[in-house]
């Protein structure tokens, strides 16, 4: 299959988080058009279980749904020198106040539509306390949710943002109920 020619690329938005850019594309057959594209890096997601099978979610306020909503812990990795492991330890230590033993479970573009954002996931045991402050813009609340809850909260509608819904899905791939 053949991947279209970029021909041009222009910075529509650059922000704190994100940016968008707009690419013109070729096709090979001469067609061409545009594409938008939100820019936001790499970030992890993580699936924290406690010594008692209890998950470590965070409930916090999403201003683009004008929400609280129920969420796995995650986070952009940053930069280029940090590793998607490291990301996912800090990330882990500001939101659930813990570190644990890592071990990725998958990864996902976010949605390749118009972002392309890719997410590594991670599985955290063996947790032991050691905050991290939390960033400054977030204010969140640790909740401790059984796999069967936070799954019926999926059905339900209270967990319904992607990354947490997939995350929770790779999770249980990788025990024993499957």
């Known amino acids: 299959m053949n991947i279209p020619?970029?021909?041009?690329?222009?910075?529509?938005?650059?922000?704190?988080?994100i940016a968008v850019r707009v690419d013109a594309l070729r096709e090979p057959d001469g067609r061409t058009y545009t594409r938008e594209i939100v820019e936001y890096g790499t970030a992890v997601v993580l699936v924290p279980v406690a010594d008692d099978g209890r998950l470590l979610m965070v409930r916090q306020y999403r201003h683009a749904t004008g929400k609280w909503l129920l969420e796995l812990p995650a986070g952009g990795v940053d930069d280029r020198d940090t590793s998607p492991e490291e990301a996912a330890q800090r990330e882990l230590r500001e939101e659930t106040g813990h570190r644990g033993t890592l071990?990725?479970?998958?990864?996902?573009?976010l949605a390749p539509g118009y972002s392309e954002e890719y997410q590594h996931i991670y599985t955290a045991t063996d947790l032991?306390?050691?905050?991290?402050?939390?960033?400054?813009?977030?204010n969140l609340v640790l909740e401790r949710v059984t796999l069967d809850d936070a799954l019926r909260f999926v059905d339900e509608g209270v967990i319904c943002d992607a990354k947490s819904i997939a995350a929770?899905?790779?999770h249980l791939r990788h025990t024993d109920r499957c």
Do not use: C, N, Q, Y
């Not at 020619?5 to 988080?17: D, L, M, N, P, Y």
């Not at 071990?103 to 573009?109: K, Q, S």
């Not at 032991?128 to 977030?138: N, V």
């Open 103 to 109: 071990a990725r479970i998958g990864g996902m573009f």
């Open 168 to 170: 929770l899905l790779m």
């Open 5 to 17: 020619e970029v021909t041009s690329t222009e910075r529509a938005f650059e922000g704190k988080t």
């Open 128 to 138: 032991a306390e050691d905050a991290l402050e939390a960033d400054e813009d977030e």
